[in-house]
């Protein structure tokens, strides 16, 4: 099978620069590839137990490729205006794809012909959640003069769906900056390889519901309704009574 | 993001010298990032440990960027802000 045989070059020869580049024996590689995708190891780099030399070179080549990514994107699009879903979707890509170990959440400002003044990270969490202090938005908005903006975040479990927090928060976006004539023209959701746009599904808010509010906000990935495992319980009480001895 | 960045960014990847810093910053300037790895078979400006680590950031390069990404619904355009 031509296919097969071709997959097995490219996995292999991903493994031997992989080694190359960052010092992890070669047969740690092979041996984790028979059973896991490779591609792990830039994307969770503790994976493989690696040493500190070998974390930071797993950690420049994912900053490396990030560079590239973002690059590549403007060299594509080189009046860096975003008009679509489509276009917001690879640019937010670039920046948020394959990022697995936390949320991050950040915003595009763009001008009245839809170019991006400026892109902004405005929080970066855990493995599941962030919070957004929409007096950050706000500021930053101002500042760059902007007239529109597009939301965009990630969800490091690869979820598809946006949470009932994704879709609050636009509405608090929204409701921040509607009285400003400023337009939150979307919220993009990076998910695995692909993205999910809100105003793509009609599920961006067009208008302010109520009046502006700043409080911080936590936005968190739904699991899946169908889980199958239970979640253990977590006696937090038994583990402060060992910290305190 | 400029080419300083991008190309001091890669010599911290490569363990490249200070001699090939200065040739990946004028390379990538002058070809861009995307042209700077297709126009590597040109360059003689690299120790051999170096082009083989470049070779290996191309692999690397093109295994994980190959695929565009895919939108998981339709395809739209943002329609037109009342400012335009």
């Known amino acids: 099978m031509p296919t097969l045989h071709t997959n097995e070059k490219h996995a292999d020869d991903f493994i031997h620069s992989l080694h190359q580049l960052t010092n992890i024996p070669l047969r740690k590689l092979e041996r984790y590839s028979k059973s896991n995708q490779v591609i792990n190891v830039l994307e969770h780099p503790h994976v493989l137990e690696p040493t500190a030399t070998q974390l930071q070179k797993l950690e420049q080549l994912s900053a490396f490729l990030r560079s590239y990514r973002i690059v590549s994107w403007a060299a594509e699009n080189d009046k860096q205006t975003i008009r679509s879903p489509e276009q917001a979707g690879h640019f937010f890509t670039a920046y948020l794809e394959g990022m697995k170990d936390h949320e991050q959440f950040m915003v595009a400002f763009l001008?009245?012909?839809?170019?991006?003044?400026?892109?902004?990270?405005?929080?970066?969490?855990?493995?599941?959640?962030?919070?957004?202090?929409?007096?950050?938005?706000?500021?930053?908005?101002?500042?760059?003069?902007?007239?529109?903006?597009?939301?965009?975040?990630?969800?490091?479990?690869?979820?598809?769906?946006?949470?009932?927090?994704?879709?609050?928060?636009?509405?608090?976006?929204?409701?921040?900056?509607?009285?400003?004539?400023?337009?939150?023209?979307?919220?993009?959701?990076?998910?695995?390889?692909?993205?999910?746009?809100?105003?793509?599904?009609?599920?961006?808010?067009?208008?302010?519901e109520r009046p502006a509010n700043y409080e911080i906000f936590p936005i968190s990935v739904q699991e899946p309704q169908n889980r199958t495992y239970q979640q253990e319980s977590w006696n937090t009480a038994e583990y402060e009574e060992d910290w305190e001895r | 993001m400029n080419s300083k960045t991008i190309a001091n960014k890669l010599a911290e990847l490569i363990d490249a010298n200070e001699k090939e810093c200065a040739s990946l910053e004028k390379m990538i300037e002058a070809h861009g990032v995307i042209g700077f790895f297709q126009h590597l078979h040109e360059t003689t400006h690299f120790s051999t440990e170096c082009l083989e680590k470049l070779r290996a950031v191309q692999v690397i390069i093109d295994q994980t960027l190959e695929i565009s990404p895919l939108s998981l619904n339709g395809g739209i355009e943002y329609a037109n802000p009342p400012y335009e």
Request: glycine fraction near 6%; hydrophobic fraction near 35%; include cysteine.
């Open chain 1, 111 to 208: 001008d009245t012909n839809n170019r991006i003044i400026e892109t902004r990270t405005i929080s970066e969490g855990g493995l599941n959640y962030t919070f957004v202090h929409p007096r950050n938005v706000l500021k930053a908005a101002l500042n760059c003069d902007c007239a529109s903006l597009i939301l965009a975040h990630n969800h490091p479990s690869g979820s598809r769906n946006p949470s009932p927090e994704d879709l609050k928060l636009t509405q608090r976006i929204v409701d921040v900056f509607s009285p400003l004539d400023i337009q939150v023209l979307d919220h993009i959701i990076i998910a695995g390889n692909g993205y999910v746009s809100l105003a793509e599904t009609g599920s961006l808010p067009r208008a302010a």
